[in-house]
């Protein structure tokens, strides 16, 4: 309730039998570092979070515990480099501020780490370094996770695990073994690209559009190679569909980005075979088309000139453009062989260098045809009955076949997993002369990779080089085997590590199904824009491929991403050269950036942080100088979190202002409620100005609790979540000093902001609740606060019941008016009480004369303002008799 003089008055005789009036002192669990009195220094901050480091981080996720709703906050887990970044401190800051929040508000928290561990850099290292790749990253994941310790966030280290641990990659080999096994894994000859300088294969999606690496930045060339695939295409259309979920959360632009990739399912691919022996030519061609009702009609393929198809130097010239290859294609539906020409006289799709004619269907295929002198007869589907039960045979037989048959854009290729290099997840397949590519027995993995230290002296290594390794028994006839020499792209290890965090000790399965049920899908998924499209994709398609298999509760993966900006660093170059300098080479002149000791003219730009470029800023540094807590705050303030963030310094006296009104705020209080007597405390406020401050108070502690809450779990506006927490500092600062002395509602405005504080800065935040809890507390209510906890451990604060949240009235999505009700009416709301409200609004009125209201709906949620919609139509005549 609002308290007027006469409503203290009155309560006075219930607060002095109350729990707190009783004790008048209570002391928090922990005490603190008692240096209120002083002045909030660099070294009192380093003594607060000294202190409090082993007191903050003591509830860990408990998968026994089912009174609590389970939440799991997810940041996508580093590749081991040895040394954090911004980057890696802004997105474990996001996710560690949303896991204590959520922890707070009562859930079950899994916040999980773990480390993407193998890939090129730790092979082009261990080359560079000659030492072995296992040594270097293991000395690189040591020293990360004594970085990230150092920052103190509240992770399940008890669940920890690198991709590179055999304990984890045996199970990403049997998920390999569950693909083989649904034919959905399977070994083609094909032209691949190859990285000429990290000389191995790469993925479609690891080629930009200049045709470059994604890692080396090297022209990408076409070799031919035997290698490994995972048939994603059959989940094209479903991984499409899926994007259009409604519980997925603040996806944004994701969306967009994987349709764009996708593609929309307008077509059929089919791999059909090659019928002569073309040396160093694949021995299948694969074609896309939007009509596979008329596939047995076809009649010839078509290959681009810059296709690497085009590599048969045996052909002849039919026409001028046109040239017909010595070799042809099997049309499995009719049993023709098909020719094969090489020319651009024939439209193909984006992505695509090769095409199937099609006369009777296409007027584009009927002139080709006629031009390259090929008969064929017309053809005709009478209804669309008619036609979809033929594109359902023909896909039918697709499957059958094992060549195709779903449906697919004509942009998406399957996943390319082969990699020529050593360290990566072996692929569990046995080669047998006899027998062909065999599983390896489950009770044979993990399939350790094999300890060939010597070899990185001077080179790049594969698994070929350990021939011991290689020679095995084929283990369905026993007779001389080889194993697989290729290793699994890195992708395929970190398109499941999310599931393997809820159970990772399980030495049975990859997960317990059962453990999954109240904790998947991921509640949060933080990471960078970058991992858009490729990781998202990988990582969606296993997650609706282990749907399928009855293994997951969901197909989506993830309900909620925050894509976290780029941190950008100001860069120095010199104009003429193009040489980078450190900010202290630099100096300006007369509004132009120069280099000191050349007076050469600099440009300046902002760029994303590297050391090669003199623009990082190291977090430890930052942490040194500033201390865990301001670093916490200065990265996630002034730049939402989805924003790239040009780094500056400007920010940093504005947060360190902050704690410093927060530290004199609760210094004064303390200081007053305990100088004065309990009798000073009881007795009535005399101020005018008090009761309209104490209103003040309600209004101010409701407000800022409800903007923050929303900023943190609706909007994900972190930076403004704080900008509404630093309001609430000046609202407390702005009071009469009876209202800080007698009023509840500034105990409770204080305790409110100490406690939304906690979150984002939690050791600097206990020691300010441990501060508040040795005043001499007389009002607030022992339901809100536990005045025996420390403030990580308290309940997160709930909107007072008659505080007046806002009922939002928008009539053909355009806002009418705003109501102010109060909450415990507005969480009762129905569409038709809350219509009814809002026809008694003049305004509303207007808006609705002569209008017929077509839908009205309600968005409400419990501690959040509510929003009417009603659509509306103009009224026709009527005509009556």
Not at 836 to 865: F, M, N
């Amino acid at each position: 309730m609002r308290f007027t003089k006469s409503a203290y008055t009155k309560l006075i005789p219930y607060y002095k039998n109350h729990v707190f009036f009783k004790s008048v002192i209570t002391r928090c669990a922990s005490t603190g570092v008692n240096l209120l009195n002083g002045e909030l220094t660099h070294s009192v901050k380093k003594d607060i979070e000294k202190y409090w480091r082993d007191k903050i981080n003591l509830n860990t996720y408990d998968e026994k515990d089912n009174t609590k709703e389970k939440f799991y906050a997810l940041s996508m887990f580093p590749y081991p480099s040895g040394s954090l970044h911004m980057g890696h401190v802004r997105v474990y800051t996001i996710s560690d501020t949303v896991a204590r929040f959520y922890r707070m508000n009562g859930y079950n928290v899994l916040h999980p780490m773990g480390w993407d561990a193998f890939g090129l850099p730790a092979e082009n290292a261990a080359i560079e370094k000659k030492i072995d790749p296992v040594e270097w990253t293991y000395d690189n994941i040591k020293k990360m996770r004594d970085q990230l310790h150092q920052l103190n966030y509240a992770f399940d280290w008890d669940r920890e695990f690198a991709t590179c641990d055999p304990e984890y990659y045996r199970w990403t080999q049997e998920l390999f073994l569950k693909f083989f096994e649904r034919g959905l894994a399977y070994q083609k000859e094909a032209f691949v690209n190859w990285d000429p300088v990290d000389q191995t294969v790469l993925a479609e999606e690891q080629v930009d559009a200049n045709n470059c690496s994604w890692r080396s930045g090297a022209k990408v060339e076409k070799r031919l190679l035997n290698q490994w695939f995972i048939r994603t295409t059959p989940f094209a259309k479903l991984l499409f569909e899926g994007l259009n979920n409604p519980t997925l959360k603040e996806w944004r632009d994701i969306i967009k980005m994987q349709k764009n990739w996708i593609g929309e399912c307008t077509g059929t691919s089919f791999e059909l075979q090659l019928v002569s022996d073309v040396p160093n030519y694949p021995k299948t061609i694969n074609v896309w088309t939007n009509t596979p009702e008329f596939i047995e009609f076809s009649k010839f393929v078509a290959i681009s000139p810059n296709s690497p198809l085009n590599q048969s130097e045996s052909y002849q010239d039919v026409k001028e453009g046109i040239k017909l290859m010595d070799a042809k294609v099997l049309n499995p539906f009719n049993g023709e062989e098909l020719p094969i020409f090489i020319t651009d006289k024939v439209t193909f799709q984006p992505f695509r260098d090769t095409y199937i004619g099609i006369p009777c269907a296409s007027m584009d295929d009927y002139q080709f045809s006629e031009e390259v002198g090929i008969e064929f007869r017309r053809h005709t589907i009478r209804s669309y009955e008619e036609q979809q039960q033929k594109i359902s045979e023909v896909l039918s037989k697709a499957r059958k076949w094992n060549i195709g048959g779903y449906p697919v854009s004509p942009r998406l290729q399957d996943w390319l997993i082969s990699r020529q290099r050593y360290w990566g997840t072996p692929i569990p397949i046995i080669h047998c002369p006899n027998c062909g590519a065999e599983p390896v027995p489950r009770d044979q993995l993990p399939v350790v990779l094999p300890k060939i230290t010597s070899s990185f002296s001077n080179k790049k290594s594969t698994l070929s080089d350990a021939k011991n390794w290689l020679n095995v028994s084929c283990p369905k006839c026993g007779g001389q085997a080889t194993r697989e020499s290729d290793t699994m792209d890195t992708f395929v290890d970190s398109s499941w590590y999310f599931l393997r965090y809820i159970d990772p000790k399980n030495t049975k399965e990859m997960f317990s199904s059962d453990k999954l049920k109240n904790i998947f899908p991921v509640n949060l998924y933080v990471g960078g824009k970058e991992h858009g499209v490729l990781h998202l994709y990988y990582a969606r398609f296993i997650s609706y491929f282990l749907h399928s298999e009855g293994l997951l509760p969901s197909q989506e993966p993830f309900k909620q991403l925050l894509v976290q900006g780029m941190v950008n660093g100001k860069t120095y170059q010199v104009k003429s050269t193009g040489k980078y300098l450190r900010a202290d080479e630099v100096e300006k002149k007369d509004g132009e950036y120069i280099e000191k000791s050349t007076k050469e003219p600099v440009i300046t730009f902002w760029e994303k942080m590297s050391k090669s470029k003199h623009n990082g800023v190291d977090p430890l540094e930052l942490i040194d100088k500033y201390g865990i807590d301001t670093t916490r705050l200065l990265i996630l303030a002034d730049v939402a979190p989805t924003s790239n963030r040009n780094w500056s310094d400007d920010t940093i006296p504005g947060i360190i202002n902050w704690q410093n009104r927060l530290w004199i705020t609760l210094q004064t209080f303390v200081n007053y409620r305990n100088s004065v007597s309990l009798e000073e405390l009881q007795a009535p406020p005399t101020t005018p100005k008090f009761v309209n401050d104490d209103a003040y108070m309600f209004d101010s502690r409701n407000y800022f609790l409800k903007t923050v809450i929303f900023n943190v779990t609706e909007s994900q506006q972190l930076s403004i979540a704080i900008s509404r927490m630093q309001g609430l500092t000046n609202s407390l600062r702005k009071v009469c000093l009876e209202c800080l002395q007698k009023s509840r509602e500034f105990e409770r405005a204080l305790a409110v902001q100490i406690i939304m504080l906690a979150p984002l800065a939690p050791h600097f935040a206990s020691e300010l609740w441990a501060a508040f809890c040795s005043a001499k507390l007389h009002l607030i209510s022992e339901s809100e606060v536990q005045l025996d906890k420390d403030v990580m451990e308290q309940v997160w604060p709930e909107i007072d019941m008659d505080y007046n949240m806002v009922l939002q009235l928008n009539v053909n999505d355009s806002l009418c008016k705003k109501i102010k009700i109060p909450r415990y009416k507005l969480e009762k709301l129905t569409v038709e009480t809350a219509f009814d409200l809002a026809s008694k609004d003049p305004d509303v009125q207007h808006r609705l004369k002569d209008k017929k209201i077509v839908e009205t709906k309600l968005l409400s949620k419990a501690g959040y303002d509510a929003k009417l919609h009603i659509k509306t139509e103009k009224l026709r005549d009527v005509v009556t008799t």
